[in-house]
């Protein structure tokens, strides 16, 4: 039986650049605006659309919190469009993704954004749900509305388990 144990790593930009990309200060291209009252981070993250009737969306979510160790019995992915998660306290949360394998998902890696971290998870990428944890928080969502099914869920036949911190 092949190892189901999911290791937590630190997302850096290199080591989630297949997944998307990670949404931070650090090193990002910026300028003052608004009479150099204001910072302006500009272009941090890709967003993606495709489909019919495609258009960005701006949503708030808010998650309830998942202990560890986790059990992942699920990814999603979304065919028409990226997703960026950016959170809007410093509660940590998981980035879990997983590159594809022949249209099913391949051994997924586990990511813990740094306070101030983001995640733009790219068009077609599987990942998991939003996993906040330890408190219920709040993110801030930019993703695709339009026509067509944007969804597809691929459900493991045997669960990952992802460890503590």
């Known amino acids: 039986m092949a190892d189901r144990t999911l290791t937590i790593e630190p997302l850096t930009a290199e080591a989630f650049a297949p997944f998307g990309q990670v949404i931070e200060l650090t090193g990002a291209h910026h300028y003052p605006i608004n009479n150099g009252m ?3 981070y500009h272009d941090l993250a890709r967003v993606e659309l495709a489909g019919t009737e495609a258009r960005p969306l ?4 808010r ?3 998942y202990a560890l160790p986790l059990s992942l019995k699920m990814v999603e992915r979304h065919p028409f469009g990226s997703q960026a998660f950016y ?3 410093d509660a940590p949360w998981l980035v879990i993704v997983a590159a594809d394998s022949s249209g099913a998902p391949g ?3 586990v990511f813990r954004p740094a306070t101030g971290q ?4 790219a068009i077609n990428t599987w ?3 939003l996993t906040p944890l330890e408190r219920e928080s709040e993110y801030l ?3 695709r509305g339009g026509a067509g099914t944007n969804l597809e869920e691929h459900f493991f036949d045997e669960p990952y388990t992802i460890g503590s911190t």
């Open 87 to 89: 959170p809007l306290s």
């Open 107 to 109: 051994r997924p890696r």
């Open 141 to 143: 969502v930019v993703d």
């Open 58 to 61: 701006i949503s708030i979510f």
């Open 63 to 65: 998650g309830q919190p």
């Open 118 to 121: 983001g995640a733009n998870i």
């Open 127 to 129: 990942h998991s749900v």
């Open 38 to 40: 204001t910072e302006r």
